[in-house]
Nanobody, 126 residues
Framework: QVQLVESGGGLVQAGGSLRLSCAAS????????MAWFRQAPGKEREFVTA????????IYADSAKGRFTISRHNAKNTVYLQMNSLKPEDTAVYYC???????????????????WGQGTQVTVSS
């Protein structure tokens, strides 16, 4: 069992930056692929980015490319999401997720993640 707790959300002006953290407990984070999703009001939850167990593979949604950076510090059991050049349309609740991936195929990140955090609100004002 893995427990995930996100932090770092808040209110920021457009063009600003935030760094989200996802702290894991219960199991060693290094065993899991990690991902960030977000859900804006009235919209479905959407994939933002994912990082493989050893950080050898990182995937970004088009909306995140060039602005967001995912990283992981396995010794600290923490995953980060650095978000730069934020836009009002980035406003959402951001969730981190974890799953054990046995085989890293080309679409390894496209899966139903087993463990989820409670989310952290990010609000970008215009």
């Amino acid at each position: 069992q893995v427990q995930l707790v996100e932090s770092g959300g808040g209110l920021v002006q457009a063009g600003g930056s935030l760094r989200l953290s996802c702290a894991a407990s219960g199991r060693t984070l290094s065993d899991y692929a990690m991902a960030w999703f977000r859900q804006a009001p009235g919209k479905e939850r959407e994939f933002v980015t994912a990082i493989s167990r050893g950080a050898g593979s990182i995937i970004y949604a088009d909306s995140a490319k060039g602005r967001f950076t995912i990283s992981r510090h396995n010794a600290k059991n923490t995953v980060y999401l650095q978000m730069n050049s934020l836009k009002p349309e980035d406003t959402a609740v951001y969730y981190c997720a974890a799953d054990y991936v046995q085989t890293y195929g080309s679409n390894w990140y496209d899966r139903v993640y087993k463990y989820w955090g409670q989310g952290t609100q990010v609000t970008v004002s215009s």
